[in-house]
């Protein structure tokens, strides 16, 4: 969800070749697979085009990106366990962190209902709003 809202809204200002992407997590439970139906229901609900197949995170993310997030404290920990992240620890931030309400931990909604889903949704949007505002732009 976080990847489709952020590149909605880096289109929607025009700095599609400024920005690059990606998301993945931290184990290898759904390598291959499509996003969960409720997150593709919520983020169309949003406006929101979601195209995305699963995958893990490696050592060759920390190394091209400029910013990894991660979602909460676990999947940051996981992170910093890869071999070699220690050299990229400074490009790793839980993504709440800019978020204008507070930091904290994006919940997962795996477990709950469209309510949930929708939660999410308003906390990544604010924050990815926010990260887009204080990171500089071309």
């Known amino acids: 969800m976080a990847e489709a809202i952020f590149k ?6 025009g700095l599609d070749g400024y920005w690059e992407a990606d998301s993945c ?10 996003p969960d139906p409720r997150t593709i229901r919520n983020a169309h ?17 920390l190394q091209k990106f400029d910013w990894v997030m991660a979602m909460d ?8 366990r890869l071999p070699g992240a220690d050299a990229h620890a400074s490009k790793v931030r839980l993504v ?7 930091p904290g931990e994006v919940p997962d909604p795996y477990d709950g209902t469209e309510a949930d889903f929708q939660h999410v949704f308003d906390i990544l ?9 204080q990171e500089v732009q071309p």
């Open 45 to 61: 609900k949003n406006g929101v085009p979601i195209r995305h197949k699963g995958r893990q995170l490696s050592l060759a993310d």
């Open 8 to 13: 909605h809204k880096v289109s929607e200002q």
């Open 125 to 133: 949007d604010r924050t990815l709003d926010n990260f887009l505002k």
């Open 96 to 102: 709440r962190a800019y978020d204008p309400l507070g």
């Open 73 to 80: 404290r676990s999947n940051y920990d996981n992170i910093m």
């Open 25 to 34: 997590g931290t184990s290898n439970y759904h390598v291959g697979d499509d």
